[in-house]
C-alpha cells in the first residue's frame, strides 16, 4: 500500500532545502499530506499544528525514549544523552531536580546582569556601520549569559561556542572525530565543574544541579553530563539564532521596527514572534507506544513520528491568513517553539527574557535598522541556524 506523502519528504534530508527556503514546502506539507511518510529512514511527519500538538501533549501514546532526531532510528542509548530523551516518570524525576535552578527569583536575578550584558555589546555598534548581528551581538550574548546561568567564569567559556555547534549535527562541516574530541572535552569540563560545586551555596544552575536531590537522590554523574549538555547547548544554539532570525524581519520590515521602536512595550509580544517566526529547533521526533491514528492516518506501534515545529508554527489552521506574516502584534499567539506537554522547554523563561531585553535596548538606542546584504542559514534539519545576519542601525 502506498503511504501519504512519499513525494513531498526525501527533500527533508537534504541540508540545501534548510540552507534555502523550507517554507513553501511545508505548506505543501500541510495542504496535500499532513502526516506524511519518508521513505528514506521511515518515519511519519507531522507537519500541521493540530498534529504536532496531538503528538506532543501525548506521553502514553508518543514516547522520547527511543530517540528524538530521525539519525537515532535503530540507535539505543545506554544513558539517555538528554533530559529530552526521556520518559515519565523518570523525566518528572529529572524535572524535579532540575527546576530549582530555573526558579523565579533565579530568572529575576539575572535580569540585570542580562541587561548589563545587552548594553555592553551594543556599545559596540556604530550608528550607520555594517555589522554582522549574529556575529557581533547575537552569539556571544546568548553564550555570555548561559555562562553566567551556569556560574561559569567569563575567561572559561571561550570554547562554548565550538563546544556548541560540536553537538548539532549539519551546523559546519567538521569531521565526526573533531565533534567528538569535542563533545568529549566538553563532558569533562561540565562534570568536573559540578563536582566542584557539591556542598557550596550558588545562585547558579551548576550549583543548583550539583546539590539538588529528590527523596534523597542525588545526580550521578552520567545525569550530570545530560543535564549540563543540555543546558549549555539548547541553552544558547536555541535563543541566538532566534535573536538573529528576528532581527533580520525587523531589518527587511521596517513597519514593524516602527511598530516596536514607537510602543517599546510592544517587546513581550514581538519576542513570541520572534520565537513563532524563528523557530529554532526545526522538529523532534517521538515514537508510537501503540498503534494509534494521526489526522486519519494508521501509525503502527514502533514507528517514528517528526513533530515539524517550524511547518506547524506557519500553519494557517493555528495562526489564520497572516500566519506567513510577521507580525510583532500578533495575539494570541500559539506557537509551539518550545514544545509542549512534558517537554515543554525548561528554560523559557529565561530565553524569553533574554530576547525582551536585546529589544527593549535596541529600541531604546536607535531609530531604526535595514538590510546590509543576504542571511546565510545552516544545512541542519535539527536546529535552524543563522551563520550571518548583516545589518545597519541606525
Known amino acids: 500500500m502506498t503511504r501519504p506523502g512519499t513525494h513531498l519528504t526525501a527533500v527533508l534530508e537534504d541540508p540545501a532545502f534548510y540552507i534555502g527556503d523550507p517554507y ?30 496531538d503528538v506532543a501533549r501525548d506521553s502514553d501514546r508518543f514516547c522520547s525514549g527511543k530517540g528524538i532526531l530521525t539519525m537515532e532510528i535503530g540507535f539505543n542509548y545506554e544513558t539517555p544523552p538528554t533530559m529530552m530523551h526521556t520518559d ?9 531536580m532540575v527546576s530549582p535552578g530555573f526558579r523565579p527569583s533565579i530568572i529575576k536575578a539575572i535580569e540585570v546582569v542580562i541587561r548589563e550584558r545587552v548594553d555592553a555589546l551594543l556599545d559596540t555598534i556604530t550608528p550607520g556601520q555594517p555589522i554582522d548581528f549574529t556575529v557581533a551581538i547575537a552569539i556571544p550574548l546568548a553564550l555570555q549569559i548561559i555562562a553566567d546561568f551556569l556560574g561559569i567564569p567569563p575567561d572559561k567559556s571561550d570554547r562554548f561556542f565550538d563546544w556548541s555547534e560540536a553537538s548539532i549535527p549539519g551546523s559546519n562541516g567538521w ?12 563532558h569533562a569540563y561540565l562534570l568536573e565543574l559540578t563536582l566542584s560545586r557539591r556542598g557550596q551555596d550558588g545562585n547558579d544552575i551548576t550549583s543548583a544541579l550539583a546539590n539538588s536531590s529528590v527523596d534523597g537522590e ?19 544554539e536555541t535563543t541566538r539564532n532566534t535573536m538573529s532570525a528576528g532581527v533580520w524581519e525587523l531589518a527587511i520590515h521596517p513597519e514593524q521596527w516602527k511598530l516596536l521602536h514607537d510602543s517599546p512595550s510592544l517587546a513581550a509580544s514581538a519576542t513570541e514572534e520572534f520565537l513563532r517566526w524563528g523557530t529554532a529547533v526545526i522538529a523532534f521526533m517521538r515514537t508510537a507506544t501503540v498503534d494509534t491514528a494521526l489526522a486519519g492516518v494508521d501509525i503502527a506501534e514502533g514507528e517514528h513520528v517528526l513533530m515539524l515545529y517550524s511547518s506547524a508554527n506557519r500553519d494557517e489552521r493555528a495562526f489564520g491568513p497572516t500566519a506567513e506574516s510577521f507580525d510583532i502584534t500578533r495575539d494570541p499567539n500559539p506557537h509551539v517553539a518550545f514544545g509542549f506537554g512534558h517537554h515543554f522547554c525548561i528554560g523559557a523563561a529565561l530565553a524569553r527574557l533574554e530576547i525582551r531585553c ?32 548583516p545589518v545597519i542601525f541606525h
Open 218 to 236: 542525588t545526580l550521578s554523574e552520567q545525569e550530570i553530563v545530560m543535564f549540563q549538555n543540555q543546558l549549555l547547548v539548547a541553552g544558547n
Open 24 to 53: 513553501p514546502h511545508y505548506a505543501r506539507l500541510r495542504d496535500e499530506a499532513p502526516v506524511a511518510w519518508n521513505e528514506q529512514l521511515g518515519y511519519w511527519i507531522a507537519s500541521r499544528h493540530a498534529e504536532v500538538m
Open 88 to 96: 515519565p516518570p523518570d523525566h518528572t524525576r529529572y524535572r524535579k
Open 358 to 389: 536585546l529589544l527593549e535596548a535596541l529600541v531604546q538606542r536607535f531609530s531604526a535598522v535595514e538590510s546590509a546584504g543576504t542571511i546565510t542559514r545552516t544545512g541542519s534539519n535539527i536546529i535552524a541556524g543563522v551563520t550571518s545576519t
Open 175 to 186: 569531521s565526526d572525530e573533531y565533534r567528538r574530541q569535542l563533545q568529549a572535552e566538553m
